[in-house]
């Protein structure tokens, strides 16, 4: 008997989650995408980009979400010669929630606006064409600065520390490189 009643609350308490649009027992969803090089350090994501925003300001980070695809040689060599690198790590992890998404991806992520969305149509909205792309977002889940393609390794890591610093507020990345590095690349 206690086990019908459990079953007929648990069934009862689905039909309203339905009932409201939710889904009543969400599927789990992997955290590393099946064929993608992945980093240790990687963030594992909520799947709610403002929970991961909130999640990532309490410890004074900022969420950063790389876009990449399967069979993409750039993305490859981003892991390979870029994310690597000690001085990069600790850059990334120090400031950022990292958080890997797939260009065509059907994982769904509730957005800021309290969709939820496959990867590949949040991808969309961003206006991320193609890989690897980075975007920085601010703390309402808004992409505030973005890295489109593959840089070498200096340049990428001169991106990352100017998103940390929230440069992007006072200047533009060319202004700013030139001023810090002075135009050396």
């Known amino acids: ?43 594992e994501t909520t799947f709610d980009l403002e929970k991961d925003g909130e999640i990532a300001d309490k410890t004074n980070k900022a969420v950063m979400l790389v876009w990449e695809q399967l069979g993409c ?16 790590i600790e850059l990334l992890t120090s400031n950022f929630h990292v958080i890997q998404m797939n260009l065509w991806g059907e994982r769904k992520f509730k957005t800021s606006d309290g969709e939820l969305l496959p990867e590949k149509e949040i991808a969309a909205q961003m206006f991320v064409r193609a890989t690897p792309t980075t975007v920085f977002l601010d703390d309402l889940g808004v992409p505030v600065f973005r890295i489109p393609g593959y840089a070498n390794p200096p340049i990428l890591k001169a991106a990352y520390q100017y998103a940390a610093e929230k440069a992007y507020v006072r200047q533009n990345f060319d202004k700013w490189y030139k ?7």
Request: charged share 15%; proline share 8%.
């Open 179 to 185: 001023a810090k590095y002075g135009g050396k690349s």
């Open 73 to 88: 040689h750039f993305c490859k060599e981003m892991h390979e010669k870029v994310f690597t690198q000690p001085a990069v």
């Open 1 to 43: 008997m206690q086990n019908r009643r459990d079953f007929l609350i648990g069934a009862g308490a689905g039909a309203v989650l339905l009932a409201a649009g939710q889904p009543a027992f969400a599927a789990p969803q992997p955290q590393k995408i099946k064929g993608f090089h992945h980093q240790p350090w990687f963030t």
